[in-house]
């Protein structure tokens, strides 16, 4: 694990249809490295979902619903943060992680369907994964990947109760 400290924020969310890719977002995000992330709708099924994977599978993960984009960006900042905005319409990954690996502190908005104009303006980084539309969780996954160099793959999560025994063949599991 590096000491930097990774937050999503997951905007444009819709209860009714979003709820599974919401999950996968957070999960992604959990899986590849980032500490939490922040919902900007009130969903606890999300919530409930993320933390039931979290207890059984380790580390600290949190998720946070019903915060609000605008003063969840600003708190960010006055904090020291940066703050990374993926879409498709930003300049290339590539070309721009090398600059965003410099901070220690950054949130990563994610959107669901039109992300708010203001989102571009106040970003610090809006960053592309191809300028070819695909998904926030594709995205997201991308991101954190080349952010970390591929070490985020060798992560452990601590208090877990549950760990997988990669193997060749099969599926193993041992109970902690
Ligand atoms: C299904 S897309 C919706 C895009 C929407 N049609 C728009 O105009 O913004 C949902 C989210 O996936 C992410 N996304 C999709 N393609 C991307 C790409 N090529 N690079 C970076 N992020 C991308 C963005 O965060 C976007 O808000």
Not at 23 to 44: E, F, P, S
Not at 67 to 90: E, F, N, P, Q
Not at 107 to 117: N, R, S
């Amino acid at each position: 694990m590096t000491g930097r400290e990774v937050v999503i924020l997951r905007i444009g969310h819709r209860p009714e249809r979003d709820q599974r890719v919401t999950t996968h977002v957070g999960l992604t995000a959990r899986a590849l490295g980032a500490q939490g992330m922040y919902l900007a709708a009130a969903d606890k099924g999300v919530v409930e979902s993320i933390a039931d994977v979290a207890s059984r599978w380790g580390g600290s993960f949190f998720c946070e619903d019903n915060v609000k984009w605008r003063s969840c960006i600003r708190d960010w900042k006055a904090h020291g943060g940066v703050v990374v905005h993926l879409t498709m319409y930003g300049l290339n990954l590539p070309d721009v992680i090398g600059d965003v690996r410099l901070h220690d502190k950054i949130l990563v908005i994610v959107g669901a369907e039109k992300v708010p104009g203001d989102i571009y303006g106040l970003a610090d980084y809006n960053v592309a994964v191809t300028g070819q539309p695909h998904s926030e969780i594709s995205s997201l996954a991308l991101f954190l990947d080349h952010l970390s160099n591929g070490t985020e793959l060798n992560n452990k999560f601590p208090g877990a109760q549950i760990r997988i025994i990669p193997s060749k063949a099969g599926k193993q599991t041992e109970e902690l």
